[in-house]
């Protein structure tokens, strides 16, 4: 006759052995998941999880014309970037794009929008000025920029893996 072994500690064993493959799995795949990191010289102000696609829209006051504008932008196929899709203003000036080449330009109750730019960017830099006013728009989030960023401070936005955001920190001109 055989003697039956006690099988309460090889039970445990192979429980908490279950439970770390599943902690580590699933904490190696929330990492590895894409965020935009927005970023000043006092470090990361704010993060969120994105998608490629996710819509991204910046609004301000444009500094010399006063007028509002619009940038439609989206996070790149790979998230690791953006695309500027399209934008939309109120008055023609310095900085604002018009011409054909780059994108449909039209002109639609008071506002001039250009649409289809398709111009990639792997970062944004943005400088809140007195006459700004801006808010940051990911997915259905905004962020008044005007309340998180000190006036004339950079602010770097950028996407990336949560385990490179961290370290992926940029160089910030103040």
Known sequence: MKKQKNGTLETVIIIIGIIVALVTGIGGWYIRMPFLFAQTSDGIIFRQRVDAGT??????????????????????????????????????GVGLPF?????????????????????NYPELSIR????NHGVLTVGDKD??????????????????????????????RS
């Open 55 to 92: 819509p991204v829209t910046l609004a301000y006051r444009h500094s010399v014309q006063k007028t509002m504008i619009y940038e439609y932008l989206e996070v790149n196929q790979i998230a690791n970037g953006f695309v500027l899709k399209s934008t939309k203003y109120q008055s023609m």
């Open 99 to 119: 011409s054909a080449d780059e994108g449909k330009f039209r002109e639609e109750d008071g506002w001039f929008i250009l649409d289809d730019i398709n111009r």
């Open 143 to 172: 962020y008044d920029l005007d309340a998180m960023v000190p006036l004339g401070k950079e602010m770097k936005l950028y996407v990336a893996p949560l385990y490179k955001g961290w370290y992926m920190k940029k160089e910030i």
């Open 128 to 131: 809140n000025g007195v006459t």
